[in-house]
């Protein structure tokens, strides 16, 4: 778990990446949105609905280290640039510097993040599946998708050829099981009904699966960089379907 902390989060310290830390990907998510989802029904009593919103992104950043928001940026470079190879998609995920899709797609993100949560009664459970959704299929594509550099951190968690991929394939979907049957039974108080959380839920596994094809379409296979981003633009497509008026 604590491998998993320190890849997911500041969370953790220095620690070896290990196949063995993914099954307690969406542990973390969950205990992550969790937190955040307080934070936000906290503040909600106190400020306004977008200036709370806006401290619970605040928060989950501040936990993440903002990693995430910086393989968003990185990926965004790299991955939506036009007429590059492969390798020097690469190379401009590497570079410190930042361009405009990554300027563009981070405010995109961070505003649709904000007002999506400002549009919603605070629920601290929904944001606690939607953040255990995005950790597992993280954990999924590491198991299932090719690493597309040589070599890199994102590539310590997987072992392609290890028997224990079906072990974490299951653990990964009874966690996040459990994860949603937890939210089922507190939902309702918070006014998150099935049909939300099921909105919710796939739409972020179709936003992160639309991520990871274009990765692998541009670049081969997936990065730490892609994972964050992938992670990130999942969540916020969820919350967008959840705050949609159906």
């Known amino acids: ?13 220095p620690v070896t990446p290990t196949p063995k830390a993914l099954p307690w990907f969406p542990v973390v998510g969950a205990g992550l949105g969790f937190g955040v989802g ?10 306004p609905p977008l200036l709370a919103a806006a401290l619970a992104v605040s928060v989950d950043l501040a936990i993440t280290g903002m990693l995430h928001l910086d393989g968003l940026a ?10 590059l190879d492969p390798a020097r998609r690469l190379e401009v995920m590497a570079e410190p510097t930042t361009g405009a899709f990554a300027l563009a ?5 961070l505003v649709l993040r904000i007002t999506a949560l400002a549009a919603l009664t605070p629920a601290p459970m929904l944001v606690a599946v939607l953040w255990a959704t995005s950790r597992a299929a993280m954990a999924l594509a590491v198991q299932s998708q090719p690493y597309a550099r040589a070599r ?27 994860v949603l049957a937890a939210a089922l039974a507190w939902g309702d108080g918070q006014g998150v009904g099935v049909a939300d959380l099921a909105a919710g839920v796939l739409s972020a596994a179709l936003a992160f699966g ?8 541009r670049i081969g296979g997936y990065t730490g960089d892609v994972l964050g981003a992938a992670g990130m633009v999942a969540e916020t497509a969820g919350l967008i379907a959840v705050a949609a008026r159906w």
């Open 1 to 13: 778990m604590r491998a998993a902390l320190a890849f997911l989060t500041c969370l953790g310290g």
């Open 152 to 178: 890199g951190l994102a590539s310590s968690f997987r072992d392609p050829a290890s028997s224990a991929r079906p072990v974490v394939g299951v653990s990964l979907v009874v966690g996040l099981v459990l």
């Open 210 to 217: 639309g991520v990871t094809m274009l990765a692998r379409r």
């Open 38 to 47: 307080g934070i936000w029904w906290l503040a909600e009593g106190i400020w």
């Open 105 to 109: 797609t981070v405010a995109l993100v």
């Open 74 to 83: 990185d990926s965004a470079d790299g991955l939506l640039a036009h007429g």
